[in-house]
């Protein structure tokens, strides 16, 4: 093992399909010398655990996987949650939000005090709301929580595009911007193949209204169709997450589409970001013509609204709770009626 890899640990909450998806591109590209699995399913915990160290003895790759507690994550240098529901078909991302905010509070709860150099990563949905919640739950810096956000969808884009182009997809600068949502967007005018605009790049007449949206369509929907006949969408992003994890601990320094926090948007969406050892190390400002500014500036808020609506709710419930202990005080001074 080199160097780099020792005294390396990723923790993963949630040993479901991403989760063990995830630790199975770890142990099959090694980086780190020890990930940690969280999960209270412990049958499960101890089962993935197993059979993901059965995977790593026959090229003594280094790379050992364990069952470990939050308060043994919360010492890794990058805790990935993927701990959560996942959408049923026909379910939109956004209605785990209640379920997966109440697994992160508990996560980010026990795992108290987190490593300061750690770095959280968002994989659990609805990524860009959990994202914003996360920096506020784990006291970690702003740079240092990030969500996997649009890389995924991303990617998708530069597979559909160059099978219509016919080139590899590496060779394609294409991003998905915003939401890992029904929101996201796609930022059509910054796309190259090689160096040449999408629109010259394509047969002439290609580039069209309904090529766009046709593309936009199949980018959006491309998580539903995988879930309406698997039930999850797992090789995809555990894919991406690995190699997120690999631009942290390397200090890679790749330009990616990763969702964080936007100061001046007051929201986590994706936007493109240099990602290295310290989180996102900063942003990477990317020209947007007009059209893709009001996609952005609706697709921010549309997710401030949500939060909005979750941070209404806690306020209501810290009222009323203040409300009934304050009676209870009373009623215990015998000053009550
Ligand atoms: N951001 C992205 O691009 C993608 C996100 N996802 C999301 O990832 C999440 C996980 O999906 P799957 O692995 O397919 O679900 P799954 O149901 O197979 O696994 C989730 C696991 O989380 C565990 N869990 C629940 N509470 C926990 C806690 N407090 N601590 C640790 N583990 C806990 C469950 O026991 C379960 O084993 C979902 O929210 C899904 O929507 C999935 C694919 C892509
Ligand atoms: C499930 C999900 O978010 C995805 O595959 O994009």
């Given at each position: 093992m080199d160097e780099q890899k020792l005294n390396r640990t990723i923790a993963i909450f949630g040993c479901g399909e991403v989760g063990a998806t995830l630790a199975y591109t770890l142990v099959l590209n090694p980086i780190c010398?020890?990930?940690?699995l969280v999960d209270?399913?412990?049958?499960?915990?101890?089962?993935?655990?197993r059979d993901l160290n059965d995977a790593t003895f026959r090229g003594n790759n280094g790379t050992r996987v364990r069952a470990g507690t939050p308060r043994d994550a919360a010492q890794a240098d990058i805790i990935v949650i993927t701990?959560?529901?996942?959408?049923?078909?026909?379910?939109?991302?956004?209605?785990?939000?209640?379920?997966?905010?109440?697994?992160?509070?508990?996560?980010?709860?026990?795992?108290?005090?987190?490593?300061?150099?750690?770095?959280?990563?968002?994989?659990?949905?609805?990524?860009?709301i959990l994202t914003y919640f996360a920096r506020k739950l784990s006291g970690l810096p702003e740079s240092q929580v990030l969500g996997t956000g649009t890389t995924l969808d991303s990617a998708r884009l530069r597979g559909v595009?160059?099978?219509?182009?016919?080139?590899?997809?590496?060779?394609?600068?294409?991003?998905?911007?915003?939401e890992h949502g029904d929101s996201q967007f796609i930022a059509w005018s910054s796309i190259t193949i090689g160096t040449t605009p999408?629109?010259?790049?394509?047969?002439?007449?290609?580039?069209?209204?309904?090529?766009?949206?046709?593309?936009?369509e199949h980018t959006r929907g491309a998580a539903a169709a995988i879930i309406a006949s698997k039930g999850c969408t797992a090789y995809g992003i555990g894919n991406i997450a690995a190699?997120?994890?690999?631009?942290?601990?390397?200090?890679?320094?790749?330009?990616?589409?990763?969702s964080y926090y936007q100061p001046d948007l007051e929201c986590?969406?994706?936007?493109?970001?240099?990602?290295?050892?310290?989180?996102?190390?900063?942003?990477?400002?990317?020209?947007?013509?007009?059209?893709?500014?009001?996609?952005?500036?609706?697709?921010?808020?549309?997710?401030?609204?949500?939060?909005?609506?979750?941070e209404m709710e806690l306020k209501a419930k810290v009222e009323l709770q203040s409300a009934l202990e304050k009676e209870t005080v009373r009623g215990g001074d015998g000053s009550g009626s």
């Open positions: 010398n020890e990930v940690i209270p399913k412990t049958d499960l915990l101890e089962a993935q655990v701990a959560g529901a996942k959408q049923k078909p026909g379910e939109s991302r956004l209605s785990l939000l209640s379920r997966n905010l109440n697994i992160l509070r508990t996560i980010f709860s026990a795992m108290q005090p987190i490593n300061p150099h750690a770095i959280a990563l968002l994989v659990a949905n609805p990524v860009d595009l160059a099978q219509r182009a016919e080139v590899a997809p590496n060779s394609i600068d294409a991003y998905v911007l915003g999408l629109e010259q790049a394509l047969p002439e007449g290609h580039f069209t209204p309904n090529f766009k949206q046709e593309i936009a190699s997120i994890c690999k631009y942290i601990l390397y200090d890679v320094r790749c330009v990616r589409p990763l986590c969406l994706s936007m493109p970001a240099v990602i290295g050892r310290k989180g996102i190390v900063r942003a990477m400002p990317m020209r947007l013509d007009e059209g893709e500014r009001r996609e952005l500036e609706a697709c921010a808020g549309h997710l401030r609204g949500v939060i909005d609506g979750v």
